[in-house]
């Protein structure tokens, strides 16, 4: 199993651009979630997927879109790209729900470092 | 809502030293506790856990016990190599959710 992979691993990107961040997962893993990270700070959660077709708001999904249109795939659109979006992003995945499962472990991609100029 | 504080760092150690980062939480309910480990350029990685109180998660010679009454979570280690060097987080899943709350990190430094 590749696990979680993510593309691209670096992007510079100019004020106002869009672009798409990757995620897959070979898991069969139902949840999906995407991360950033600031220098300096824990990760936060923008937006989560429970399953194909299904997503969620996070605590910071402003400047973002995400869609799941298939059990693999978690793709993360920036529609115009600002300064405040420069951070590493990580997408990972999950089996099931926490609430049912205490043991549920969340695998993370290796990142994709985005800046915005 | 929750919260995880976890000991500022940088933390230098030399090799074969002891090494302990504290991890304090907040939350409602019995969450779980992780330690994730994010060594440099890649991703994070569980490095241990706990559903319960006095539960102790252990892996790679790392260890940390689940404390209820003073709602800690400290990692400690006996003897540090140099490829501990990175930066550990303090995770804590609340008992109803399933979102993760992250601590800021603690960049770890063994030196040979």
């Known amino acids: 199993n590749a696990g979680v992979t993510q593309t691209p691993k670096f992007r510079i990107l100019k004020i106002g651009q869009s672009m798409t961040l990757q995620c897959a997962q070979d898991?069969?893993?139902?949840?999906m979630y995407w991360y950033r990270q600031d220098p300096g700070m824990g990760l936060k959660l923008i937006y989560y997927s429970v399953g194909a077709g299904i997503t969620d708001k996070g605590e910071v999904p402003n400047g973002y879109n995400v869609s799941r249109s298939t059990t693999e795939d978690f793709p993360l659109r920036l529609e115009l790209a600002a300064p405040s979006q420069t951070s590493v992003y990580f997408c990972?995945?999950?089996?099931?729900?926490?609430?049912?499962?205490?043991?549920?472990?969340?695998?993370f991609g290796p990142g994709t470092r985005l800046t915005v100029l | 809502g929750d919260s995880v504080t976890q000991m500022e760092g940088p933390v230098t150690l030399s090799e074969e030293a002891f090494l302990t980062i504290n991890c304090t939480y907040t939350?409602?309910?019995?969450?779980?506790l992780f330690w994730y480990v994010q060594y440099p350029g890649e991703g994070l990685q569980l490095l241990l856990k706990a559903t319960k109180a006095d539960d102790k998660g252990s892996n790679k010679g790392f260890e940390a016990t689940y404390r209820k009454e003073t709602t800690s979570f400290h990692l400690e280690k006996g003897s540090v190599q140099v490829s501990d060097s990175a930066v550990y987080f303090c995770?804590?899943?609340?008992?109803?959710?399933?979102?993760?709350?992250f601590g800021k990190g603690t960049l770890l430094t063994v030196n040979p």
């Open positions: 995770a804590l899943r609340g008992g109803s959710n399933y979102k993760l709350t």
């Open positions: 898991m069969n893993h139902n949840y």
């Open positions: 990972a995945s999950s089996f099931g729900l926490a609430e049912r499962d205490p043991y549920n472990e969340q695998f």
């Open positions: 939350a409602t309910g019995y969450p779980s």
